[in-house]
C-alpha cells in the first residue's frame, strides 16, 4: 500500500501497519480525496454566504451556510460553475448559526440533519430527458420525479444504484453506459445530451398517434398514477388544485366564451378525463367531448369582495372518478371589470401547459365570436392525445410495478 504525507498510521504487537485516517481533514467520496477547506473557501466565495462549514453525511459531502437571505439554488449554481462535479456538496443547508464547543470551534456533532441540494428549474425538453428522469426517479425509489438539473447522488445515489441505473438504460435504450458514465454526467439533463453524443444515438420508438382509441380505458402515465394516488390518500383535497384567475378587458361574449372553453376540452382529452380502479390500479377514462361539457359559471362580484370569491371558488373539491378536471367561473365586478376563474387539477396541467391553453382558447374565442356556432369545429384535433403518450411512456419503460 502506497501512505501519503497526513496519513496517520501504528504498528501493531507483531510489527504489521494499520491506517487509521488523514490527519488533516481530508475525507474520500466516490473515490476522491477531498479537502472540505477547499469548498469551505468556494462557498464564502459567494457574496451572500458569511460562514461556511462543510462534513461528510451518508458518504456525502454536506455543507452548512450562514448567510443574507441567497437562495440555495444560487449557491449551488455559484459552487457548480468553479467546481468539479465530486466537489458540489450533495446536500446544502441554510442555518442561522454554528453551533460552537466551548473553545469557538464548530460542534459538527450538534449539526442538524442536512437537506439535499437538488435543483428543479425546468421540465425535461426532449423525449431522451423525459427517460432519464423516469429511470433516475425509478432506480432512487422517488414518488415524484427527480428535476431534470437534480444530481443522482443527491438524492441518494451510489455505486450500486448506478450500476442498475446503467442496466435499465441498456435495457431501455439499448446503449450500454458505465458507472463511471454516471459519476460524471450525474444529472439527467447531462447523462442524456452524453447519451445523445454518442455514436449510433438511441433511436426511442415514435410516439405513435392512435396506439389508444377511445372505445377502451388507457393505462395512466407515471405522473397521473402519482397524482391519483395521493388524491386516494388525502381524499377529496384541494391540496393540488391549480387555480388561474384572469382579468378580461371589455364585456366578454360569455356564451362564447363558454363555447371557447368546451372547444378547448374537446382539443385537449386530459381536460375530459376521469379515472377509473380496476383491479387495484388506476385506469384513465377519456369522455366523448359532448357528454363532458363545462358549464360558465356566472357570478356577481364586486371588487372589494374579489378576493374572497376567488378562494372561495378555488376550494372546490374535485372527484377525479366522475368529474371534468376543470371549473370555470366569470365573475362580473359591477364597474365595467369582469374576471374569468380558471380551477384545474395537477393530473390535468403542468407549469408548461397553461400557455398552451390560453393560446387555444383565445384562438377559439376570437373563431366563436366572429360567428363560428354549434357543434362546427374551430380548433383542429391534436396528432397524438395524452392517452397515446401514456401507452408509449409503458412501452418505452414498462409498468411501475415491473420487476427491477
Request: hydrophobic letters at 40%; glycine letters at 6%.
Amino acid at each position: 500500500r502506497l501512505y501519503r504525507t497526513g496519513d496517520l498510521a501504528h504498528f501493531d504487537h507483531n510489527g504489521h501497519l494499520h491506517y487509521e485516517g488523514r490527519a488533516d481533514s481530508q475525507v474520500k467520496i466516490r473515490g476522491f480525496r477531498i479537502e472540505p477547506a477547499e469548498v469551505e473557501t468556494a462557498l464564502l466565495a459567494h457574496p451572500a454566504v458569511t460562514q461556511a462549514v462543510v462534513t461528510t453525511h451518508h458518504k456525502q459531502l454536506s455543507a452548512y451556510v450562514i448567510g443574507t437571505g441567497a437562495a440555495m439554488e444560487d449557491i449551488r449554481r455559484h459552487l457548480a460553475a468553479r467546481l468539479p462535479e465530486h466537489l458540489v456538496p450533495a446536500y446544502l443547508t441554510p442555518l442561522d448559526r454554528l453551533p460552537l464547543l466551548p473553545n469557538g470551534k464548530t460542534d459538527k456533532r450538534s449539526l442538524p440533519e442536512p437537506v439535499a441540494a437538488v435543483v428543479s428549474e425546468r421540465a425535461p425538453q426532449s423525449q431522451l430527458e423525459e427517460v432519464a428522469v423516469a429511470l433516475f426517479s425509478r432506480v432512487l425509489g422517488m414518488e415524484s420525479p427527480v428535476g431534470v438539473e437534480d444530481s443522482f447522488f443527491a438524492h441518494g445515489g451510489h455505486s450500486l444504484l448506478a450500476a442498475r441505473l446503467t442496466n435499465h438504460i441498456a435495457e431501455v435504450l439499448n446503449v450500454r453506459l458505465t458507472i463511471r458514465d454516471v459519476f460524471q454526467h450525474p444529472t439527467p439533463a447531462r447523462l442524456a445530451a452524453y447519451i445523445a453524443s454518442l455514436k449510433g444515438r438511441p433511436a426511442l420508438p415514435p410516439l405513435t398517434a392512435g396506439t389508444w382509441t377511445d372505445d377502451h380505458d388507457a393505462p395512466v402515465s407515471f405522473a397521473q398514477r402519482r397524482l391519483w394516488l395521493l388524491a386516494e390518500l388525502d381524499g377529496a383535497s384541494t391540496a393540488y388544485n391549480v387555480p388561474m384567475a384572469v382579468r378580461l378587458t371589455g364585456r366578454p361574449d360569455a356564451d362564447a366564451l363558454e363555447a371557447a372553453l368546451n372547444d378547448v376540452v374537446e382539443r385537449h382529452a386530459p381536460l375530459r378525463t376521469v379515472f377509473a380502479t380496476v383491479d387495484g390500479e388506476p385506469r384513465q377514462r377519456v369522455l366523448p367531448a359532448t357528454e363532458a361539457r363545462i358549464a360558465l359559471r356566472r357570478r356577481a362580484s364586486t371588487p372589494e369582495a374579489l378576493d374572497g370569491d376567488l378562494e372561495a371558488a378555488a376550494r372546490h373539491r374535485f372527484d377525479l372518478t366522475s368529474e371534468n378536471p376543470l371549473r370555470a367561473t366569470l365573475f362580473d365586478l359591477g364597474d365595467g371589470h369582469v374576471v374569468l376563474h380558471l380551477l384545474v387539477h395537477h393530473i390535468a396541467t403542468d407549469g408548461r401547459s397553461a400557455g398552451v391553453f390560453f393560446d387555444d382558447l383565445s384562438r377559439a374565442y376570437e373563431a366563436r365570436s366572429a360567428g363560428t356556432e354549434g357543434s362546427g369545429r374551430v380548433l383542429e384535433p391534436l396528432t397524438a392525445q395524452y392517452a397515446d403518450y401514456a401507452v408509449w411512456q409503458q412501452k418505452v419503460l414498462g409498468s411501475r410495478d415491473d420487476a427491477d
